[in-house]
């Protein structure tokens, strides 16, 4: 994941607990992203 996210990093803790968190982050977008979609498909407007 640390070579994913920060792929010119070492794999010290910090740079492990970043990617995490970056990780993290974009799954919790997503999920915002998903359901914003879901709402605006189920309520039928442009």
């Given amino acids: 994941m ?3 996210y920060l ?3 070492n794999d010290n803790t910090d740079n ?3 990617a995490i968190w ?3 982050r ?9 359901a914003n979609g879901i709402a605006l498909a189920l309520k039928g407007e442009p």
Avoid at 26 to 34: D, K
């Fill in 2 to 4: 640390r070579r994913h």
């Fill in 7 to 9: 792929p010119n990093e």
């Fill in 16 to 18: 492990l607990a970043r």
């Fill in 22 to 24: 970056l990780d993290n």
């Fill in 26 to 34: 974009y799954w919790e977008n997503m999920r915002i992203a998903t």
